[in-house]
């Protein structure tokens, strides 16, 4: 199933079933089951949830590694946004202008929702925990991130709208391996990545299990698994976000995250 979250002309969200046609409502709650009520509903698309906690993993494609001159990691990489940086689709990404940025990156990443508490799960069992997946942009200003955050990523990755998601959450069984997945970021109509899930160097499975070691994974956490190479900063020249862009991530069976970007109000 895609699940969307719409908000209607009046009234709180409400989840929504996707079809070629429209969308229909769903009742109940989406973590303990939706049932699709045939009735159809419209409303503005929202991010399809609201996460608990949203965990992001660096540096974990071998081209993407390559392209930094960095070396594959022993462990995954772990960073954090902050649950604020959520973002609509087709609502702006805005550029840092308070505390200034001049180099806000994309990166096209695949988005994998947790739907049960996990706590030390094996490899083998951890897709079972997987509610469903969707597109994010891990947004990220590379001045922040690299030279004025203290040797902390955070700083340059917690701007407001810095973590668009959706368009939809695809139910984990309409995808049974995540890392099999086409992935690419298309700039004002440019493709800037496209490459392949199977490049990650740790693979779904192995992050689920590595972040529930010692600790709970709660439903509704949100885990970034990574860019592929071809990110702004690594063009030649450079190529960083400006006022009046479009960007657009698209992942194979999830459909396509497009937001426009603008000066911070």
């Keep these: 199933m895609k699940i969307a979250r719409l908000q209607p002309a009046a009234g709180s969200p409400v989840f929504a079933a996707q079809h070629a046609d429209g969308f229909t409502r769903l009742d109940g709650d989406l973590f303990s089951g939706l049932s699709d009520t045939g009735k159809p509903v419209e409303g503005k698309l929202l991010a399809p949830l609201q996460p608990v906690d949203i965990l992001c993993i660096g540096l974990n494609y071998r081209k993407h590694a390559a392209e930094g001159g960095s070396p594959p990691p022993e462990n995954p990489i772990l960073f954090m946004k902050t649950v604020s940086t959520l973002q609509n689709p087709q609502d702006p990404i805005q550029l840092p202008t308070h ?17 049960r508490e996990c706590y030390n799960v094996t490899k083998e ?6 509610l469903g997946y969707t ?8 001045d922040w991130q690299k030279n004025g955050g203290g040797g902390q990523w955070c700083r ?4 407001n709208t810095f973590c668009p998601l959706g368009p939809v959450l695809v139910t984990a069984d309409e995808i049974p391996n995540p890392n099999a997945l086409s992935i690419r970021t298309i700039l004002n109509g440019s493709v800037m990545q496209d490459w392949n899930t199977d490049d990650m160097i740790f693979d779904v499975p192995t992050l689920i299990s590595f972040l529930s070691a010692s600790t709970r994974l709660l439903p509704g956490t949100v885990i970034l698994t990574g860019t592929p190479h071809g990110v702004g900063f690594a063009q030649d020249p450079p ?13 194979e069976g ?12």
Excluded: M
């Design 99 to 115: 505390l200034k940025s001049e180099k806000v990156d994309y990166e096209c990443e695949l988005a994998v929702v947790i739907g």
């Design 125 to 130: 069992s951890a897709l079972d925990y997987v």
């Design 135 to 142: 597109c994010a942009n891990d947004v990220s200003a590379r």
């Design 156 to 159: 340059g990755k917690t701007f």
């Design 239 to 251: 190529v960083f976000l400006k006022d009046g862009d479009s960007v657009s991530i698209e992942i």
């Design 254 to 265: 999830i459909g396509t995250l497009t937001n426009p970007v603008i000066d911070e109000p």
